[in-house]
């Protein structure tokens, strides 16, 4: 799989967007790019995942470039409990192992 | 929203002795695994469970450990003889293969 390249820490105000970015210049065609967060001890929750396309759900955005090295999840507007190390993963598709790195810790203060 | 359920929550066990971590998948899901956090650090692999055997594994799952889905539900990790160094956080997770994972809560293992 991919490597992937994230800052080791961020910091947002809270009611604003947090923009957390993830390079990924090694990626394959056939790898996704994933999104997890780990808030506190508690399990990685899943964000969002893309191949190419942006992405947008309930809880993010995820902002692929279009030669596919480097990718941004947005946070629209971060609250206190979006605190937590986001990861930046990048896998083929389909029950593959998900490998985590060390991740982004982004602090969210009011 | 399903999820998947860890038990115990927090275990406490002597070095050497052998303890089983239990886990309930998601019931549409068809990859299984275990993952640890040892407390500081990141999240590291352990193995993945698809079509009743392992599909993948770490170095970390060395012969003291071992999975086994005894029935229709359950997804079990066994360490063999703990040492002080298996002391962790223990995640299982599950998917049905085109999308995310769903984590557990976890187990948080004490070796004494």
């Known amino acids: 799989d991919a490597k992937t390249t994230q800052p080791p820490s961020m910091d947002c105000a809270e009611g604003r967007a947090a923009n957390l970015p993830c390079n990924h210049s090694t990626i394959s065609g056939n790898e996704y790019v994933y999104w997890y967060r780990q808030i506190h001890s508690q399990g990685p929750q899943y964000i969002i995942h893309g191949l190419k396309n942006n992405e947008t759900n309930e809880m993010a955005s995820l902002i692929i470039t279009e030669d596919r090295k480097s990718s941004t999840l947005i946070l629209p507007h971060a609250t206190l409990r979006d605190t937590a190390v986001y990861y930046c993963i990048v896998r083929v598709q389909a029950g593959t192992a998900l490998i985590f790195g060390k991740g982004t810790t982004l602090s969210v203060s009011s | 929203e399903p999820e998947v359920t860890q038990t115990p929550s927090h275990q406490v066990t002597q070095m050497g002795q052998e303890v089983i971590l239990r886990c309930v998948p998601i019931s549409n899901h068809l990859y299984f695994y275990w993952y640890r956090q040892i407390l500081g650090q990141k999240v590291e692999f352990l193995v993945s469970?698809?079509?009743?055997?392992?599909?993948?594994k770490s170095e970390i799952f060395d012969d003291q450990f071992s999975v086994e889905r005894p029935d229709g539900s359950n997804f079990t990790l066994k360490i063999r003889s703990t040492k002080l160094e298996d002391s962790a956080m223990y995640f299982c997770?599950?998917?049905?293969?085109?999308?995310?994972?769903?984590f557990g809560s976890g187990t948080r293992l004490t070796v004494v």
């Open positions: 469970f698809y079509n009743n055997e392992i599909s993948e």
């Open positions: 997770a599950s998917t049905p293969g085109n999308y995310g994972y769903t």
